[in-house]
């Protein structure tokens, strides 16, 4: 198991209502964090399951894409937990649309989403990271920028920029204590993935998702779990030599 210094620490974790976040939520609780679940919608559930497990958990409403809504949410993390050790940029939307339907409001709208949250959150939390001089940010990229698909060229921008982006601020923060990374999961199974299937609520895989899986070196459909553990890696004190790197958890699909 990776180390880790847990203790008094907190996590903030976006898009932990649901999914991906949810998964990454449960398991810095796990490791000890006090977590700050951040997201738009109603994040009880995940509130509950951790609660159940043993760990501590409040939850914030926000919009990571407004500005106003961040300071906010800055302001009432720091009220009810004090501080914010580890911060997961998790939150993010993926339509899918073709070149000839994406307007430019579809555009903006999702680079505000999954590119200048990122910035924001940044900005809100690094500063009493720096302040410690120990902090980890952990963006979450896509390895749909190492495949390049139809119908995404909004969000592989996005993506693409979160890469350069978790570059550029490990540069600026490396000689502060704060590391930032970024993971790029594949196509994994999630309400989000779940909602475009034919049956959102099926036990099973579905077809399409498990054709999808067999280009991957692990030919299995990932689920959230398969990124919970590298995720608490990066934020462990193992990884403190660890920055500005993008870890593609995606069964191998992408080999770089
Ligand atoms: N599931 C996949 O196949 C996959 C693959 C690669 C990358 N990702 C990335 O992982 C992240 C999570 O994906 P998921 O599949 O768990 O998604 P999901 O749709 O299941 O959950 C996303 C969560 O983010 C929240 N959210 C959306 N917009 C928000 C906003 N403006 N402010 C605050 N919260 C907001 C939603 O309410 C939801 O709880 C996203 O960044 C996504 O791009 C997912």
């Not at 958990?57 to 580890?86: P, Y």
């Not at 999702?110 to 690094?126: E, P, Q, Y």
């Amino acid at each position: 198991m990776a180390k880790h210094n847990s203790e008094g620490k907190v996590a903030v974790v976006t898009g932990a209502a649901q999914g991906i976040g949810r998964a990454y939520a449960l398991r810095l609780a796990e490791e000890g964090f006090a977590i700050a679940l951040a997201d738009i919608a109603e994040s009880s559930e995940t509130a509950r399951q951790i609660s159940a497990a043993g760990g501590a958990a409040e939850s914030f409403r926000v919009d990571v894409s407004d500005e106003s809504s961040v300071s906010q949410l800055r302001g009432d993390v720091l009220a009810t937990l004090g501080r914010c050790d580890v911060l997961v940029n998790n939150a993010g939307v993926y339509p899918f649309q073709l070149w000839d339907e994406i307007e430019y409001a579809d555009w903006r709208q999702l680079i505000s989403v999954n590119l200048d949250s990122m910035f924001l959150m940044a900005k809100a939390f690094t500063p009493g990271m720096r302040e410690r001089r120990w902090g980890r940010v952990i963006n979450q990229a896509s390895d749909v920028f190492g495949i390049v698909i139809k119908g995404v060229a909004h969000y592989t921008a996005s993506k693409g920029g979160v890469i350069g982006f978790t570059r550029a601020l490990a540069t600026e923060l490396g000689d502060q204590g704060v590391t930032v990374n970024a993971i790029a999961p594949g196509l994994t199974r999630t309400p989000g993935t779940m909602s475009r299937q034919p049956d959102p609520h099926s036990v099973e895989d579905p077809e399409e998702m498990v054709a999808f899986a067999q280009g991957q070196a692990i030919p299995r459909v990932e689920q959230p779990e398969d990124l919970a553990g590298v995720l608490a890696f990066l934020a462990s004190e193992d990884a403190s030599f660890v920055t500005g790197q993008t870890i593609w958890v995606d069964g191998g699909l992408v080999r770089v």
